[in-house]
């Protein structure tokens, strides 16, 4: 569940248009804060984003709140991951769903390619006093590292089709032998398009409808989560 904290506060880790706001998350058994900025939008006219949007079609994505987010968190509360899982979520923004793995007991390695959004993860993971457990990473998908993880989230990754090679690229380069990663949407209709690609990838996918939360900031629907695995390892 979501619950505005305080509607805007005045600090946070960097000046910001609009200002920051404190919400409040809670789940059975886990709760924890998220810094957000208040009015994302406003973004837009920001001359440092228009310059970068100029060359190469950059948008503050990090800023927002995603639909699918809420409906993930839940469901990590719902899986018995054993403690320690070390999980990297990719195109983390505000990192709810990263922030519930760690909520959960994991280690995170939470990855974007804006600097704004992995300073405002480190932020967040302190507000919370996880002072361990989670690392930020710059990452451009277009040059995975050479680490390896057991499970890899990526949440609402999959909006533009130019990004589905790329995801599918980090995927086969960063899940460890055995590995699972949750690729969640809600269910635009490029996510069809992505899992024809994945039909001719090295995965196998397994697909789950996840009931939206009711929440009066969101538009109702469904979240779907995909899970992939290795093709030559069994589906759960």
Do not use: K
Not at 63 to 89: D, I, K, N, Y
Not at 204 to 217: A, G, K, S, W
Request: charged content about 20%.
């Amino acid at each position: 569940m979501n619950t505005p904290g305080d509607s805007a506060v005045d600090l946070g880790p960097f000046p910001l248009a609009g200002g920051w706001a404190r919400h409040h998350f809670e789940w059975p058994g886990h709760c924890f804060d998220l810094l957000v900025p208040a009015q994302p939008d406003l973004l837009l006219d920001d001359p440092a984003v228009e310059r970068r949007h100029r060359v190469d079609d950059y948008m503050p994505y990090w800023a927002h709140l995603w639909p699918a987010s809420l409906e993930t968190a839940a469901e990590v509360f719902r899986h018995p991951w054993p403690p320690g899982t070390t999980v990297l979520e990719i195109g983390a923004g505000l990192a709810l769903p990263g922030f519930a793995f760690r909520a959960a007991g994991c280690a995170v390695t939470l990855t974007d390619y804006d600097e704004q959004a992995l300073v405002l993860a480190h932020h967040n993971a302190r507000l919370n006093g996880w002072h361990d457990g989670v690392e930020t990473l710059l990452l451009d998908w277009r040059h995975p590292p050479d680490r390896r993880f057991p499970v890899i989230l990526g949440c609402e990754v999959i909006y533009e089709r130019r990004n589905h090679p790329l995801v599918l690229g980090v995927l086969q380069a960063m899940l460890a032998p055995g590995g699972v990663a949750w690729i969640t949407d809600p269910d635009r209709h490029q996510a069809h398009e992505f899992l024809a690609r994945v039909a001719d990838s090295p995965f196998v996918c397994e697909t789950r409808i996840l009931p939206r939360l009711p929440d009066p900031d969101r538009p109702p629907g469904t979240t779907h989560l995909h899970q992939l695995r290795w093709r030559d390892a069994p589906l759960s």
